[in-house]
């Protein structure tokens, strides 16, 4: 039986190397089974610009590149400045958000997620914002310690912002569902994001790597399952 990994929502950064650690221990040991893998959004906690380059991101990058079997990458909201460089370096194949993808002979739609938070309305405007091309070309020009600086200060403006916000705000919503369920023709969304890990009829939640990893095996008998591992 055939078999394929998604996984999203590592966050992972040179302050947590136990989740790292956690990762490269899956890349050695669960992925190989799989036809393969997806990574949908938010695989560092972080992320500035292609061009950076220290002993923590050349651990992730050389485990993805080893990794013998199809990768794809998904920008999240968190990592949103992920590029083609980084897909060349790890051999991967970077995904616009949302994807829809034939999984064992079943339509079905891949996202981070960010999207269907439709009540979120302030940090949709801001996504919007951040995600202009003109933008992000003016960003990655500048020196890689004011870049970091300002990736910081947005990180503790993010944090405060959901300290403020209901859950049901920071949840997708169910017209956001059905309506790509009806745009894009699928059965189903696999999606991350919220780190509410969840098997549903129209959608499957992917779960955050906190105190351990997670991952959705979907396999070519049609069934999924949530797994995870320390």
Known sequence: MSVTLFISDLHLS?????MTNCFVRFLARE?????ALYILGDLFEAWVGDDVDDSFTRTVVNNLKN???PLYLMQGNRDFLLG??????TNAKLLPD???IDLYGI????????????EDKSYLRFRKIVRMAWLQKLFLLLPLKFRLNIAEKLRAQSSSHVKTLSPEIMDVTPKAVSDWLELYKVSRIIHGHTHRPAIMPDRIVLSMWHDRGGALV?????????????
Not at 31 to 35: E, F, G, Q, T
Not at 84 to 89: I, L, P, S, T
Not at 218 to 224: E, G, N
């Open 14 to 18: 040179p302050e947590n190397p136990a």
């Open 31 to 35: 992925a190989p089974r799989a036809d």
């Open 67 to 69: 990794w013998p079997k």
């Open 84 to 89: 083609e460089v980084f897909a060349q370096k």
């Open 98 to 100: 949302p994807t829809v």
């Open 107 to 118: 339509s079905m739609l891949v996202s981070h997620g960010d999207l269907l938070c439709t």
């Open 218 to 230: 979907a396999s070519s008998d049609k069934s999924f399952e949530l797994v995870y591992f320390e």
